[in-house]
Nanobody, 119 residues
Framework: VQLQASGGGLVQAGGSLRLSCAASGRTFSRYAMGWFRQAPGKEREYVAAISRSGGSTYYADSVKGRFTISRDNAKNTVYLQMNSLKPEDTAVYYC?????????????WGQGTLVTVSS
């Protein structure tokens, strides 16, 4: 599966952005989908994930209550709605596909989209 992330940009603190990740192929619904991020000089962080059917989700404590992951299997797309953004959310965000919600389960990666939150 090939993944294409989009929707990043520059936003002020307190603002919102919605990231999208479009997947190629007919097998999108067979994969759990996740979002990761990596800020300059920091390790990659597992941000959110959603199961194949959308019935189960995972959120990192750092984004819980502010970010929402969703998917549309008919459109082969997963979304990350980000509200109440903080400067510490600044990072390159990557979408990934895998067989489960565990952070090590993701085998396929998109190219990343940059989110910059100004204070």
């Amino acid at each position: 599966v090939q993944l294409q992330a989009s929707g990043g940009g520059l936003v002020q603190a307190g603002g919102s952005l919605r990231l999208s990740c479009a997947a190629s192929g007919r097998t999108f619904s067979r994969y759990a989908m996740g979002w990761f991020r990596q800020a300059p000089g920091k390790e990659r962080e597992y941000v959110a994930a959603i199961s194949r059917s959308g019935g189960s989700t995972y959120y990192a404590d750092s984004v819980k209550g502010r970010f929402t992951i969703s998917r549309d299997n008919a459109k082969n797309t997963v979304y990350l709605q980000m509200n109440s953004l903080k400067p510490e959310d600044t990072a390159v965000y990557y979408c990934a596909a895998g067989m489960g919600l565990h952070y090590a389960s993701f085998d396929y990666w998109g190219q990343g989209t940059l989110v910059t939150v100004s204070s």
